[in-house]
């Protein structure tokens, strides 16, 4: 959600804009009414930039594409599932040919985020960066099971 800021802190802002502009010319503060025109769209514009939420980083990931009875799928861990040990929710990829059949699957990088794959493979958002952790690195994903007990 955006935060509303007040048109008074608007015309303010862009009354000091013109004055500053004004000065910076060695003209008057009087003259300053020739620039407010403009100075109330920059006041405008930065009050925009100012309230416009932040997005999130987008993470890329190619996988290679496998074949009719194993395939390729990436999904984001939500929790724990008494049927399957890790509750997931899949993420829809797609189709791209680079050398090869892949597909690719877009998501925010939201710090710890924890992806797995069709290998059982793991991959941790951390600071900002996709980190791989191997199926076979076992401490780290004894950590992770843990985190979702």
Known sequence: MTA?????ARFRNAWSIARHTA???DLTVECARQFFRAALRKAWADARWVAAPAKPAMGKLLLQ???HPHPTW?????????KFGLAREFLK???VYDNGP?????????????????TKDFWVVRDGALVEVSRWNE?????????FA
Do not use: M, N
């Open 65 to 67: 594409r496998g074949s």
């Open 102 to 118: 892949y597909l690719r699957f877009e998501f925010p990088l939201v710090e710890g985020t924890v992806l797995q794959d069709d």
């Open 4 to 8: 509303a800021i007040g048109k008074s």
């Open 23 to 25: 000065l910076t010319l």
């Open 93 to 95: 990829g797609a189709s």
């Open 139 to 147: 401490p780290e994903v004894a950590a992770i099971h843990a985190r």
């Open 74 to 82: 990436l999904a984001k861990v939500t929790g724990k599932d008494a």
